[in-house]
């Protein structure tokens, strides 16, 4: 069963970068969409980027200007660049794959941001 496998995140300061990578373990095809979701403690989880088959990206009204998501075909493998990162960002970040119709997610990666 194909796995997906997720890095980068970590402790910044306030204004710092982090980037998340979320790595698939084998080819993946049928692809309707990919996203990032972040959880934060007490808070329900929410999605915060989204790139569609077609490459168009969506993002929440919160980190728009700051977060960037993108795909590598070839490397199986989405991202998530943070830049200009805030306290209010930390959470568990987790990534999401629709696979035909289908949400696959990661196991989630703890993004902290310092004052």
């Known amino acids: 069963q194909v796995q997906f496998l997720e890095s980068g995140g970590g402790l910044v300061q306030a204004g710092g970068t982090l980037r998340l990578s979320c790595a698939a373990s084998e080819r993946i095809f049928m692809i309707n969409a990919m996203a990032w979701y972040r959880q934060a403690p007490g808070k329900q989880r929410e999605r915060v980027a989204l790139?569609?088959?077609?490459?168009?990206?969506y993002y929440a009204d919160s980190v728009k200007g700051r977060f960037t998501i993108s795909r590598d075909n070839g490397k199986n493998t989405m991202y998530l660049q943070m830049n200009s990162l805030k306290p209010e960002d930390t959470a568990v970040y987790y990534c999401?794959?629709?696979?035909?119709?289908?949400?696959?997610w990661g196991q989630g990666t703890q993004v902290t941001v310092s004052s």
């Open positions: 790139i569609t088959d077609s490459g168009s990206t």
């Open positions: 999401k794959w629709i696979i035909a119709g289908i949400d696959y």
